[in-house]
């Protein structure tokens, strides 16, 4: 098989793990659906606050992925439930950070148990080299796609559109 049978096989590939994720984007849906009373928007904000540390809600938004209004709309809930606090942000008064309280890290705990044991319960079944192999090729393409697909873009090339560098 030459190179250009591996770039064929990438595209057939590349379409069947399509109707994958499509089958599993719609699985988690299902799921979350199910979990709504156990808050399922919290996770995200909360897991990467505590992952992170302080954000301003403008950082919290880009790096979740999630518009701005929906942050603070969440943020808000969370604030009076006692799961996140506002503190002055000392290298800019005028800014404000969230962190989580105790209560909001007790609950990022408790989520990622629930998630972890249930996803463990997915994967029970399996050898144990291929759950180690499927959870280091899902992070390797998840880290590939947000590098390809969801970073920043370049800036574009100067005037005369070439690459400064090139030559």
């Known amino acids: 098989m030459g190179a250009e049978d591996d770039g064929q096989d990438g595209v057939a ?7 994958e994720i499509v089958r599993m984007t719609r ?18 904000l909360l897991g990467r606050l505590t992952d992170s540390g302080p954000r301003r809600a403008t950082d919290l938004a880009a790096d979740t992925l999630l518009d701005l209004s929906t942050v603070s709309r969440q943020i ?10 506002r503190r002055p942000d000392p290298e800019d008064r005028r800014g404000t950070l969230l962190l989580p309280t105790p209560a909001g890290a007790q609950a990022v705990r ?58």
């Not at 590939?13 to 109707?19: C, F, R, S, T, Y």
């Not at 988690?28 to 996770?43: F, I, S, T, V």
């Not at 808000?76 to 606090?85: A, F, H, I, M, P």
């Open 27 to 44: 699985q988690m849906g299902a799921w979350r659906q199910r979990a709504r009373e156990e808050h399922w928007g919290d996770r995200l």
């Open 76 to 85: 808000r809930s969370l604030v009076e439930r006692g799961l996140v606090e």
């Open 110 to 167: 408790a989520f990622r148990a629930q998630r972890n044991e249930r996803l463990g319960q997915v994967l029970a079944g399996w050898p144990a080299e291929e759950r180690q192999a499927f959870v280091r090729l899902l992070g390797r393409f998840n880290d590939e796609f947000a590098e390809r697909h969801l970073r920043a873009p370049r800036a574009a090339p100067g005037p005369g559109g070439g690459d400064a560098g090139a030559g």
């Open 13 to 19: 590939e590349g379409a069947v793990l399509g109707d």
